[in-house]
């Protein structure tokens, strides 16, 4: 499965931007995370495919919403209420197993990533 990114940008805080991600296949769930530099890969959000759970980090809840297109085997992730610290590189992943979902949680449950896309949260 390949995965492509898109959407990122510069936004002002309290704005906000819709990231897209197109897998060449269908996995079992698929998932966003995001990366500062110098710090560890953080998990966002992500949805099981099989039963269209979704489920999301404290820190995005109630501000983050993720959606699917099934036909299109893509998954969106709308980011409103931005704020600074939300500023980082976005990263769609993919597993193959249809995990339970507090594994979906973690980088290990993913076996395929896409190449990011860089959001920055700026006045």
């Known amino acids: 499965v390949q995965l492509q990114a898109s959407g990122g940008g510069l936004v002002q805080p309290g704005g906000s931007l819709r990231l897209s991600c197109a897998a060449s296949g269908r996995a079992r769930a698929m998932a966003w995370f995001r990366q500062i530099p110098g710090k560890e890969r953080e998990f966002v959000g992500g949805?099981?495919?099989?039963?269209?759970?979704?489920f999301y980090a404290n820190s995005v809840k109630g501000r983050f919403t993720i959606s699917r297109d099934s036909a299109k085997n893509t998954m969106y992730l709308q980011m409103n209420t931005l704020q600074p610290e939300d500023t980082a590189v976005y990263y769609c992943?993919?597993?193959?197993?249809?995990?339970?979902?507090?594994?979906?949680?973690?980088?290990?449950?993913?076996?395929?990533w896409g190449q990011g896309t860089l959001v920055t949260v700026s006045s």
């Open positions: 992943a993919a597993a193959d197993v249809n995990y339970v979902i507090s594994h979906l949680y973690q980088i290990e449950a993913y076996d395929y």
């Open positions: 949805v099981r495919w099989t039963d269209n759970n979704k």
